[in-house]
C-alpha cells in the first residue's frame, strides 16, 4: 500500500471523469475517510492500494460504468491484472470469469481505481454481480453489496463534483456487514499478513471512531435514520445486530491483534496504537456509540 494524499488522488480521479457523471459516484473506503478526516490525520496522507467509486442509482450505473471505463482506458490507465483474471472477457465468458474494473492511472502502479455500484434492488443478497460492456467488445463485471447504499447514505459532495462517503455510514456499513466474525481471508497480504477480511472491516469501524473522538455522540441519530430510510422493512433486525462482531472482535485475542495490525497499516498508520490502546478503543466505541444506538432503536420500537 502507498501513502497519497487524499486531495490530490481525488483530484486525479474527478478530473478524469466526465463532469455529468461525477454526480452519480461516491468514493468510498480509505481515500474517502482521508478526505473527511483531513484535518484530523496528519501528515495530509493516506495508506491505501485502491480508490473504490460506488455507482448510483443502479439504473444508471452500468452506462456510468461503462463510459468512465472506456475514457479510462483510452487515456492511458491500465488494467490492474492477476492471475486470475489477467484481461476483459468477451459475450462468452462466464460472469464469475470476468475481471472487475481496476485501473491504474497512467505512469503508476502504486495504487487503481475500482469500480462498484449500489444493488438493483433490495433483495437482501449480500453480493451481486452485473455484466459491463465497455466499447461494445471488452466485457467486465460490476461487484455491488448490500449494505453499500448505507456507505453511501447522504455522502458529503466535495468542490470537485464527485462525493465521498462519510466516515459514520461507512462504519455503520462495516458493522453491518459482519454481525459474526467470517473465516474468509482477503486475497491480498497486508505487510506479508494474511488477514481475515471480517478483522479489516470491522477494524476499519474502530479506527474510525477512534479518529473521530467526541463527534462519536452524534453517530447514533445519523445511523437510525440511514438504517430505517434505506432497509424500512428490516431496520429493527439489522439494529439488533450492529454490535456483534465488535463483540466477537473484543473477546478473541487474535483477531483483535490482526485487526490492530491492518488499522496501524491502514487508517491509523499516521499514529499507531498498541493493542490494549486499540481494545480500548473499542470500549469507547461500544459505550458512546454503538450501545446508545441500540437503546435508542428500542426506544423507537416502543412508539
Not at 461487484?143 to 456507505?151: D, E, G, N, T, V
Request: hydrophobic share 40%; aromatic share 8%.
Amino acid at each position: 500500500m502507498a501513502d497519497i494524499s487524499p486531495e490530490q488522488a481525488l483530484a486525479r480521479v474527478a478530473n478524469a471523469i466526465p463532469a455529468d457523471i461525477r454526480k452519480h459516484i461516491t468514493i468510498v473506503g480509505s481515500l474517502a475517510a482521508g478526505y473527511v478526516l483531513r484535518t484530523k490525520i496528519t501528515p495530509n496522507a493516506v495508506r491505501t492500494k485502491d480508490i473504490d467509486c460506488v455507482l448510483f442509482p443502479f439504473a444508471q450505473a452500468t452506462v456510468a460504468g461503462a463510459t468512465i471505463a472506456a475514457k479510462l482506458l483510452n487515456a492511458g490507465w491500465t488494467l490492474r491484472t492477476d492471475e486470475d483474471f489477467p484481461e476483459p472477457g468477451d459475450k462468452n465468458t462466464r460472469l464469475d470469469k470476468l475481471p472487475v474494473v481496476r485501473l491504474h492511472p497512467p505512469g503508476e502502479k502504486e495504487w487503481f481505481l475500482e469500480l462498484l455500484s449500489v444493488p438493483p434492488d433490495n433483495t437482501g443478497e449480500y453480493e451481486r454481480f452485473t455484466r459491463l460492456v465497455v466499447d461494445g467488445g471488452r466485457h467486465f463485471v460490476l461487484p455491488s453489496f448490500r449494505f453499500l447504499p448505507i456507505a453511501i447514505f447522504e455522502p458529503e459532495e466535495t468542490a470537485l463534483g464527485i462525493f465521498c462517503a462519510r466516515v459514520e455510514m461507512m462504519a455503520l456499513a462495516n458493522l453491518l456487514e459482519n454481525p459474526v466474525l467470517k473465516p474468509e481471508l482477503m486475497r491480498g497480504l497486508i505487510e506479508n499478513r494474511k488477514i481475515k477480511r471480517s478483522n479489516k472491516d470491522l477494524g476499519r469501524a474502530v479506527a474510525l471512531a477512534r479518529i473521530c473522538d467526541d463527534e462519536l455522540l452524534t453517530w447514533p441519530e445519523q445511523w437510525l435514520k440511514a438504517l430505517k430510510s434505506t432497509f424500512p422493512g428490516d431496520w429493527s433486525r439489522l439494529a439488533r445486530q450492529v454490535g456483534d462482531g465488535v463483540r466477537q472482535l473484543a473477546g478473541s485475542e487474535d483477531d483483535l491483534e490482526q485487526a490492530c495490525h491492518t488499522c496501524n497499516n491502514g487508517l491509523l498508520s499516521f499514529a499507531p496504537v498498541t493493542v490494549d490502546q486499540f481494545a480500548v478503543s473499542i470500549k469507547r466505541f461500544q459505550s458512546d456509540c454503538i450501545n446508545p444506538f441500540i437503546g435508542l432503536c428500542n426506544s423507537e420500537q416502543v412508539k
